[in-house]
């Protein structure tokens, strides 16, 4: 699964990316059981375990429900649901039937189900079948009982029942409206598939499931695989009947219902999958580029893992107001504004991210789908493993997109998220839904990812392939845990890297290396290295970690370039630069930025790097630098002004990666500019972008370049907003307003920058109509845009409006939540914002989706004081725990506070001395 290329524990990054699409976080309501009142069950979930009975006695009463995890009483061997599902009406009706195998003795049989009515039950003992009694097992479990002890052996459970079909949430079974028609999709990872079907909703569990959907006559019914059968019905209706499926766990079963147009994309692969790509009704020609870009992908990743696609179909699904996408084997689904674009409204970053995307969910099909972890704290094995080859994939299909530095960038995010003391590990044990909730971030998929290529790169990339097809070879269609891929990684390397490995998935941190060039007498010059925990300046956590890292030089060796490598076991190494006749003028210590470390360099290490290495580094070596130079301003060893004082230095560079590499180190947070120095700070962003930002300009030439394409909204949105450019706001605003006018005013790549510059300075009467247009428009995307602009705007008095619009029902939770984290992380209203949050918390909990609920404890990170992270503390801390996921959020939220305060008091003297040049 991937959450819009940003993970929920890291939700500073999530609001201000993912609103920019109009996706949504939230929770659900509590959760239910029931059954029929023709079968009451008083029943409290919270009594005490029976008595086991003996042989042939009744069943012992109130028994207990299983915790986070269903027991190993019994196991299933396959399913047979048969759902009814008509996308207009708000519930569905169900019918399961599960052969399962009982392993021991026992008088209740548990299985995971919420929210779902169940009218009648039967077990079926060899030719024997029983009406089961019905336990209420709380949240998560129904119990299903018969009047006799059920002893080892095969059993059959057949069960009728009722849930629901939400409009807000996407979790379970839930419906979408786009323009006039209403449609059924489905999301059950990590545990909603309970909310569809009663099941055996844990990872471990991998076993077939044969699907029949009862749908109206009109309507298209998809499923993981091929339709076997279909039949007319009364009513209007038909019955489509599904091929079964290979084993699956519960989680990856998919379901879609309503009046879709079907995009075929031709065959790929090695056994010719067919590829389809399924739109809401009147979408299809937004299919373009997703129909031109999946089949080279699959081919890509088939050849890496010298085995094909392991399924029969491959249907791509767009989801309106869906957060991300998900690997479903044969139906993947991906947010609509993801998948799709009309070919006069695409953008690079819109086909980029969907090719990423793409990659990501294919790659599943091996990582994940085909060999399941057993358990959630496992999770890395297919997140991490994913990301990882989604990179490696897109690299090989588009070099030209430089994905090698994308690599470097993302190991950057996942090591700012690491710096935290409340960081997680990779391998985290899963001991409630709060946890699993908290695997699914930046963690897990970025830090794993980049693990992983720091061991390729060590162990060689075409060992390390040969491990990963070892792996999956031996678990296909079964599951495996760590201890399976480090073992199969053994057998092809020197065996120490196991326990290297472990070192970095079962503890939290980046290592930090300080490094010494030694060069003295006659001796070979040497680079003496010691590590602990890289720690942002104020943080609380501890330092004195040690990793087994993998660490590899590159430096200066006359007319050539040195390399020289080893496996840094103590807190303290040397490493002998063999290579070096001389002492090298330069010295990179981590080559290709394949490790996973941050580095200080002392003495004018830093400075002989980027001043005499000339074109021996790649731009990637170079965004890594740079990224070490911001996580050193971040720690207190490199000052803000001297960062600032690099900014001259690197930002006429032409390569985009690197320009708008300069641009963070460039920023500086509002709370550093007390008065006057806000306007020093806007001179100096004009003097070092402005020309540049205005040569690029806010039109878009035929045949250009993609770099000018993907830089110049970076460089607009730096030097209108913090360079306060008034030719470039008064050119954004005139844009914009056209733009209400006729949507091909403004460029698709601007859209967003020109919406965001006009809104921060716009007044009631533009507010008002981008108001009507949200209100009057039946297309998604459009409304989303709408209200992205909407979002953008400063005045307190059009804040307060908007604010006053998300706690009405005016628009869907999912689409206006933008309206809240918009002012949010605007300095000037986040009081207003927070306050707004405090008042409504349970009605933002009751009406938002579950998945990315704990983004409200993350609120608190919007502030930068200690009072105000106290004061956040106080009035979150009561209520976040009924969000799931959400203490984690909120004291990563409070640490980011606390840890800004300690930055601004450290560092502001400083800033206000370089500013005062501009």
């Known amino acids: 699964m991937q ?9 500073a990054s999530l609001a201000c990316a993912v609103w920019a699409l109009g996706c949504s976080s939230g929770v659900s309501t509590q959760a239910r059981h029931s059954v029929t009142p023709a079968q009451p069950v008083p029943v409290a979930p919270t009594a005490t375990t029976a008595p086991t009975a003996a042989p042939g006695q009744p069943v012992a009463a109130k028994p207990r429900p299983p915790g986070l995890r269903l027991n190993d009483t019994a196991r299933p061997l396959g399913y047979q649901i048969d759902l009814t599902l008509l996308p207009q009406k708000e519930d569905f009706r169900g019918e399961v039937e599960i052969e399962l195998e009982v392993l021991e003795a026992t008088e209740v049989l548990w299985l995971n189900a919420t929210e779902l009515a169940i009218d009648r039950a039967h077990i079926l003992i060899g030719d024997r079948q029983v009406t089961a009694r019905v336990i209420e097992g709380g949240e998560d479990h129904v119990g299903f009982a018969i009047d006799r002890r059920m002893e080892p052996g095969p059993v059959t459970l057949r069960a009728s029942y009722r849930g629901v079909l939400p409009s807000h949430e996407e979790g379970g079974l839930f419906r979408r409206k786009e323009g006039d028609f ?15 079907f009663p099941s055996f909703d844990d990872p471990r569990f991998k076993v077939p499931y044969q699907v029949t959907l009862r749908v109206d006559k009109d309507h298209h019914a998809l499923t993981n695989t091929p339709v076997e059968s279909k039949s007319e019905l009364p009513d209007g209706m038909k019955a489509v009947r599904f091929k079964p499926t290979q084993p699956l766990p519960s989680y990856l079963v998919a379901i879609a219902v309503g009046p879709f147009d079907i995009v075929d994309a031709g065959t790929a692969g090695r056994k010719n999958t067919p ?62 504004e993801l998948l799709l674009s009309e070919p006069d409204e695409d953008t690079l970053w819109r086909q980029r991210g969907f090719a990423g995307t793409c990659a990501h969910e294919l790659a599943h099909m091996w990582f994940g789908d085909l060999v399941t972890m057993k358990w959630w704290d496992d999770l890395w094995l297919n997140e991490a493993f994913a990301t990882w080859m989604a990179a490696k994939t897109i690299h090989r299909w588009k070099p030209e997109w430089e994905k090698d530095v994308d690599m470097v960038k993302s190991a950057g995010w996942a090591m700012s998220s690491d710096s935290l003391a409340t960081a997680r590990k990779i391998r985290q044990p899963i001991a409630s839904k709060h946890d699993i ?17 720091m061991f390729e790169s060590w162990i060689g990339e075409e060992k390390f392939r040969q491990g990963i097809n070892s792996y999956i070879a031996k678990h296909a269609l079964g599951n495996a845990e760590a201890g399976d891929f480090l073992a199969a990684l053994g057998e092809v390397s020197d065996g120490k890297v196991t326990e290297a490995f472990t070192t970095f998935i079962d503890q939290p941190g980046v290592p930090l290396l300080r490094t010494e060039l030694q060069c003295s007498g006659g001796a070979r010059p040497r680079l003496s290295l010691s590590q602990e925990r890289y720690l942002p300046a104020g943080s609380t956590g501890d330092r004195t970690k040690t990793w087994q890292i993998p660490v590899c030089v590159e430096y200066d060796a006359g007319t050539s370039t040195g390399r020289s490598c080893t496996l840094m076991t103590t807190a303290r190494a040397e490493i002998e630069l063999e290579a070096a006749t001389r002492c090298p003028r330069w010295v990179l210590p981590n080559s290709d930025m394949a490790g996973y470390y941050h580095v200080e360099y002392s003495g004018d290490m830093l400075s002989q790097l980027l001043d005499k290495s000339g074109n021996k580094l790649t731009v990637a070596e170079r965004i890594g630098i740079i990224s070490d130079m911001d996580a050193m301003t971040e720690a207190g060893t490199l000052s803000r002004s001297e960062a600032l004082a690099w900014v001259p230095r690197l930002h006429k560079s032409r390569n985009r990666h690197i320009a708008a590499s300069t641009v963070n180190l460039a920023k500086v947070p509002k709370e550093y500019l007390p008065g006057e120095l806000e306007a020093n700070y806007a001179r100096f962003v004009r003097k070092m972008y402005s020309r540049r930002a205005h040569q690029l300009g806010w039109q878009v030439g035929k045949n250009e370049a993609d770099s000018t394409r993907l830089l110049r909204p970076r460089l607009l949105l730096l030097v209108a907003q913090k360079g306060q450019d008034t030719k470039l706001i008064a050119q954004a605003d005139t844009l914009v307003r056209r733009w209400l006018d006729d949507r091909k005013a403004i460029h698709p790549d601007l859209v967003y920058a020109a919406l965001s510059v006009a809104g921060k300075r716009g007044d009631l009467e533009l507010w008002q109509r981008f108001y009507q247009q949200a ?36 628009f869907k939770l999912l689409d206006s939540s933008v309206l809240m984290w918009g002012a949010l992380w605007n300095h000037k209203t986040r009081g207003m914002a927070f306050e707004f949050i405090v008042k409504n918390f349970d009605s933002l909990v009751a009406r938002a989706p579950r998945f990315a609920a704990s983004g409200l404890g993350y609120t608190a990170a919007a502030f930068c004081s200690v009072d105000e992270a106290k004061r956040a503390e106080e009035l979150l801390r009561p209520r976040i725990d009924k969000v799931q996921g959400g203490p984690r959020a909120l004291d990563q939220g409070l640490e980011q506070a606390r840890l800004c305060a300690a930055r601004k008091d450290r560092e502001m003297a400083s800033v206000a001395e370089f500013l005062k040049k501009y």
């Open 775 to 810: 209100r009057t428009t039946t297309d998604s995307k459009e409304r989303r845009r709408l209200l992205y602009g909407m979002s953008r705007f400063e005045d307190p008095a059009i804040v307060k409006k908007n604010l006053a619009l998300l706690a009405s029902d005016e």
């Open 275 to 336: 590829i389809r790509i399924i739109t809401p009704r009147g979408k299809a020609a937004g299919a373009k580029f997703a129909r031109q870009a999946t089949g080279p992908i699959l081919a890509i990743l088939e050849d890496y893992f010298d085995r094909p696609y392991p399924y029969e179909k491959l249907d791509q699904i767009a989801v309106p107001s869906f957060l991300g996408a998900m690997e479903n084997p044969g139906l993947v689904t991906y947010h609509q």
């Open 437 to 453: 909730d908290n695997a699914f971030d930046n963690i897990t998929y970025g830090k794993g990812a980049a693990v992983l290529r």
């Open 3 to 11: 959450r819009s290329s940003a993970t929920r524990s890291t939700f």
């Open 182 to 196: 209403w449609y059924i999709y489905s999301q059950f990872e990590p545990f909603d598939a309970r909310r569809a």
